[in-house]
Each structure stands twice: as structure tokens, then as C-alpha cells.
């Protein structure tokens, strides 16, 4: 097979996708690597039909590798992920949005245009945690106690573009990293970003049984094939806190086999459309006719 990898330069020598693409040229496949932040692109030729049996995005969130696989699937192209599943989740407030209204357990989420407009945040749901609506590898991930709290990170967060805030979530002070790859589900136990002060050292461990089934769910509603989670056990239950296209897969067994094999079988076949692009039926309504 003919596939291209769309990778942004903080990427370029990262084990994901470098020993992915390594283990397709060893099965004898042809890999063409773009690096989409590092080259110009005459967009009106670069994507044909036909060019390749498949298009593999692995770019930090906000790079321009997403506007060049939007392309390629109106072109009618194989994409891994689905395009409109990764713009579904890199988007934290739509993530949420989406999320929430399929029934996933997300917390409730406020979006703000800058830091001042999450100053209206009802004071009820403190403490908070704020992230850029982008963020990703916890950058810029806050925990805020109270309201005045906000103020101090005003400049860190203004040029961050669109924000968001979420009620925290109780938990002991870890995150469970899930990772899926061809239906299977892996998964770590790392110290929370939030809880710097707790020691805890990242180690696989089972997948719970209610933690596969989430994330099970997570793969359905935005219609992901290769993709990552984040969960936190609180007294509720399971509570997602971040979904993530084309994580590192660390920690999953074998995972530059597993996951080369899942990009092949994926680009042999097209996924049905996201399920948060079709809305939800309404329930019937009755009509009082005159």
C-alpha cells in the first residue's frame, strides 16, 4: 500500500509515528512523509485521488496537518483518524459539547473567548480546572480554588485563544490513560498534572471493566479508530476528562506492530460517518389538530 504520514516537526523523531512508519516500510509498504509545518504546500495539487491508499495525521493540536487532511477526505480520500472525528475532539469545548449530549460522563464545560469572561463562571462550580480549548500534553492546565484566583493567570492564558473551565473532579490523584487500538483497550496509571505533589510513577495496569466500556463509548460518539483517554475514578464513576487522536501509545504492548497493522486494516476500509454528525432522533411530539 501507498500511505502518506502527516507529521509536524515536534514529532520528527518521536518514537510515534517514526517506528510506526519504520515497521509499514519493513512489511514492504511505501511511506511518504509530509511534514506540513515545515514545508509550503501548493494545496491545489497536493491532494489527488488516488495519490495514496491512505492519510495518517500525527500534528500537535492547531497545526496546519488538520487542514491538509480535511482536504484529502473531500477529496474522497482515506483518513486515519476520520478528519471530522479529530477536529470533533481537538476542539475541548466541542469535545465537550459533543461528549455530553451522547451521554458521555464529562464534566459541565464553560468556554470563554479570554481569561476575563471566565471570571463570570458561577462561583458554585469551584474549584475549577481551566486548559486552552486546544491545549494538549497538559499545557496549560490550571487548577483554581476561587474566583480571585483567575486574575493571576490572565497573562499565561490570553494568547491561548478560546478557553475553558470545568468543575474539578474529586479523585485520589491520578489519571487512568486509556489507549485503544484496533478495538483494544490498554491503559496507564499516571500522578495527576494537578496533583504535582503526589508521587506516582507511570504503570500499566488492567483496564477496569467500567473504564473499557467509557471508552468503548468514546470511540463510538466521535468516531474514532486509534485514539487515547483520559479518566479519572471519582465517587460518581468514571469521569472523562480529555480524548486524544493518535496519542503516544505508550505503555500498550508491541505498539508499533499493533498499531501499523490497525493503520493498514483502516485504510482498507471506510468508517461510517462520526456518530455526533447525525443528530439525535427526537422523541415524537404530539400534535393537537384543530
Known amino acids: 500500500m501507498k500511505l502518506c504520514f502527516l507529521v509536524e516537526e ?81 476542539d475541548k469545548a466541542l469535545a465537550a459539547a459533543i461528549g455530553r449530549s451522547r451521554g458521555l460522563p464529562i464534566p459541565p464545560t464553560y468556554a ?25 500534553s497538559g499545557r496549560a492546565v490550571h487548577l483554581v480554588a476561587a474566583p480571585e484566583g483567575l486574575a ?59 473504564v473499557a466500556a467509557v471508552a468503548a463509548q468514546v470511540g463510538a460518539v466521535y468516531g474514532l479508530d486509534l485514539y487515547g483517554l483520559d479518566v479519572l475514578l471519582t465517587p460518581d464513576g468514571p469521569v472523562v476528562v480529555d480524548v486524544n487522536d493518535f496519542p503516544s501509545f505508550r505503555q500498550v504492548p508491541d505498539a508499533a506492530a499493533r498499531v501499523a497493522a490497525a493503520v493498514l486494516d483502516l485504510a482498507r476500509t471506510h468508517r461510517p460517518s462520526p456518530a455526533w454528525c447525525t443528530p439525535p432522533s427526537a422523541p415524537a411530539t404530539a400534535v393537537a389538530v384543530p
Open 10 to 90: 515536534n514529532y520528527r523523531y518521536d518514537g510515534m509515528p517514526v517506528e510506526v512508519i519504520r515497521q509499514l516500510a519493513a512489511w514492504g509498504h511505501q511511506v511518504d512523509v509530509l511534514r506540513p509545518g515545515g514545508s509550503l504546500l501548493r494545496m491545489t495539487d497536493l491532494v489527488t485521488a488516488g495519490s495514496h491508499d491512505a492519510w495518517v495525521l500525527k500534528t500537535v493540536s492547531g497545526g496546519p496537518g488538520l487542514t491538509l487532511l480535511e482536504a484529502a477526505s473531500a477529496a474522497g480520500l482515506v483518513t486515519v483518524n476520520d478528519a471530522r472525528a479529530i477536529r470533533g475532539v481537538r
Open 112 to 136: 470563554a473567548a479570554t481569561p476575563e469572561l471566565l471570571a463570570q463562571t458561577p462561583e458554585s462550580e469551584y474549584p475549577l480546572v481551566v486548559k486552552p480549548a486546544n491545549g494538549s
Open 152 to 210: 493571576a493567570l490572565g497573562p499565561e492564558l490570553r494568547g491561548e485563544g478560546m478557553l475553558i473551565a470545568q468543575p474539578y473532579q474529586p479523585n485520589p490523584g491520578v489519571d487512568i490513560k486509556v489507549y485503544c487500538v484496533a478495538g483494544d483497550f490498554y491503559a496507564t496509571e499516571r500522578r495527576s498534572p494537578l496533583h504535582p505533589d503526589r508521587p506516582h510513577p507511570e504503570r500499566r495496569v488492567p483496564v477496569p471493566r467500567e
